[in-house]
C-alpha cells in the first residue's frame, strides 16, 4: 500500500471518534486535507470547527463549513492533525508544513489531540526529520547560534514565510533524547515564536495505517 493510500486510511478512520457536538480543532498538511475532504460525512456532529492555517481554512471552506475564531470557541473538544514524526509517547516532530504555531495553540487548547499518519512517522528516537523552528525574523542568525550549541545545523527554509509573518529554521543533525527537556529549552530561546517539538502537548491517540489496517496507541494521561 502507497503512503497516500496509508494516509487516506487514516484520515477517514478518525471520523469513528468525531462524536456529537464536538468544538472540533483542525491541522494542517496532506492527510488533513485528506480528512478535510471526507469531514462533511460527520457535518452534523460537529458544533464548531476551528482551523490551524489558512491552507486548511481555504479548504474547510470550500467544503462548507464555517470557521470559528478560536477565541469565540474556547476550548476545543478535539484536536486533529498529522505529524512528521511520532515516538511511542506519542511525542511528536511537527511543523514540515510550517503550520507549527497555530497547531500548538490549537493542541494546547484542546481536551484530545488525535494524530492521524501513515507508518513512515514512526520512529524510536524524535530527530531525523528536520526540527522546524518559527522565529522572528530578526532573530534568525542568533537563534541559529543557540541550535547549533545543541549540536543541531540550522537551515533556513528558502522563499517561506509562515501565516504569522515569521521564518522557519530547520535544524538538521539533532537527536532528541529529552523531547520534553528540549521543547522547554528552544522555548527559552529569545526571538523563538514556536518550535516543532510537542511534547508537552503531545497526542493521546494515534492512528498510523499500515499494510494491515489502521493502528490505535493511545495514551492514559
Ligand atoms: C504541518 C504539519 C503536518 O502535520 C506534518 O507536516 C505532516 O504533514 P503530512 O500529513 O502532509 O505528512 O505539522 O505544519
Redesign the pocket.
Known sequence: MDQNTK?QKAAEAVLDYITNGESLGI??????DILIENLSKVRNKIHKVVSSSIKSTKLLEANGFEVSELRDVGKLTKYI????EVNKDLQMI???????TR?KILAHASEKFICIVDDSKKVDILGTFPLPIEVIPMSRSSVSLELIKHGGRPVLRENFISDNSNLILDIHNLQIMEPIKLERDINNIPGVVTNGIFALDHAHILLSANDDGVEVSELNA
Open positions: 494516509k491541522g494542517s498538511g496532506s492527510t488533513v492533525d498529522g505529524a512528521d511537527k511543523g514540515g508544513g510550517g503550520a507549527l497547531e
